[in-house]
């Protein structure tokens, strides 16, 4: 479907640099890719807690990388630790591209889930269910969802988290977004995590204001669609991981006449 997007403006909220694949393909497609960043990834002001969790890893079974950020703010500080990494240590990744990251670092057998990229596909595998005493260290930003952790926990191991990095947004408003809306500029908003969808909605008066209730979503999770559910706004899904998913969902959901 060549120029499938012509004449179409999307905003991508993903952080700077991991938005440059998706941004390109809109661009391939003939759209106009605004890049409206809702997430920026920052290092910590102080690494001492993260250090210091580095000194249990190799005594540890799991090492669970959330994502490729977790990946690019840990594993060069713990290479820096161990020259060797633990010979009994396990690795474990959310998705395809956490994998693919930890291979950089020469980690290459990696548990991913198979189907959807999430903690929940992740725990559903048959690793993850017989942890007990296990000794499992989740690697991510500060913060985030606790649903992974709970439920190793409740399954008997002993899990700690290793936070290597924080998420801010960083915009002050969506004035950009919906200037260019009421312009005909902007036609789609690509949403990738819970979190920037929390944030759009702060800055929307909770999905009230009216350039944001007559602008297409496309999400790549159902958990996404439902925080937008949540304040009456309907997101279009993608039907699998990936930038080529994306790109069909913001093909299906543009399938009409653009605002005039």
């Not at 179409?8 to 106009?32: H, S, Y």
């Not at 602008?215 to 990936?242: T, Y």
Request: charged content about 20%.
């Amino acid at each position: 479907m060549p120029n499938s997007l012509q004449s179409f403006g999307i905003a991508v909220t993903r952080p700077v640099d991991q938005a440059r694949r998706l941004n390109a393909t809109i661009e391939q497609q003939g759209g106009k890719a605004i890049s409206f960043p809702l997430i920026a990834i920052v290092p910590l002001s102080d690494y001492s807690e993260f250090e210091q969790t580095l000194d249990s890893l190799e005594h540890a079974d799991w090492a669970v990388f959330i994502s490729t950020n977790a990946v690019d703010n840990a594993m060069p500080r713990v290479i820096k630790r161990y020259n060797t990494l633990p010979g009994n240590l396990k690795f474990a990744a959310i998705g395809h591209q956490t994998a693919k990251e930890l291979g950089l670092y020469g980690v290459h057998d990696v548990l991913i889930p198979h189907t959807r990229f999430d903690s929940e596909t992740l725990l559903a595998l048959g690793e993850m269910q017989s942890v007990a005493n296990a000794n499992i260290i989740i690697f991510r930003g500060v913060g985030g969802r606790e649903v992974l952790a709970d439920t190793l926990k409740a399954r008997g191991a002993q899990v700690t988290f290793a936070e290597s990095y924080r998420r801010i947004n960083p915009q002050s408003n969506c004035a950009v977004i919906e200037n260019l809306w009421r312009d005909n500029q902007c036609h789609a908003i690509v949403v990738t995590s819970s979190e920037a969808m929390r944030h759009l909605l702060q800055m929307t008066n909770n999905g009230t204001d009216d350039w944001i209730r007559n602008i297409k979503i496309c999400v790549n999770h159902a958990r996404i669609a439902e925080e937008a559910a949540a304040a009456g706004l309907h997101a279009s899904v993608a039907e699998a991981p990936g930038d080529d998913a994306m790109l069909a969902c913001l093909q299906q959901a543009l399938s009409v006449t653009p605002k005039s």
